[in-house]
């Protein structure tokens, strides 16, 4: 059998954050800029709070059969919850959207690779 990759992305909102926590997020706002943005298997984390106070982790995990796919979904939301839980971060709407690169389209320069083999 063999190993499917999956891409999580765990979005949500920041919800009741005090004025220290505001500021402690706006400080490490570089860090976290969504251009830098990566799937890593212990999630990256994106905002923008200037924009608006949602939140997006970006998850790598892996698998061997299809069904995987929901327990690693489950455990980037939990991994996501407990990041925000651990510094006491407010939030709401949490959900996870999950792809397993295996069953992603061929982009144009795949596509030429694969017919020319």
Do not use: C
Not at 88 to 96: A, E, M, P, Q, V
Request: net charge neutral; proline share 3%.
């Amino acid at each position: 059998m063999t190993t499917r990759t999956f891409r999580i992305m765990v979005r949500g909102v920041f919800d009741g954050l005090s004025a220290e926590q505001h500021a402690e997020l706006l400080a490490r706002a570089p860090e976290h800029d969504v251009l830098r943005a990566a799937f890593t298997p212990e999630g990256h984390l994106s905002y923008d709070l200037g924009a608006r106070a949602a939140f997006t982790f970006r998850f790598l995990d892996s698998g061997e059969a299809e069904e995987d796919i929901l327990a690693a979904a489950e455990r980037a939301e939990q991994a996501a919850r407990a990041w925000l839980a651990e510094r006491g971060y407010g939030h709401k709407n949490l959900r996870s959207q999950a792809e397993d690169l295996s069953q992603a389209p061929l982009g144009k320069r795949q596509r030429r690779a694969a017919n020319a083999g």
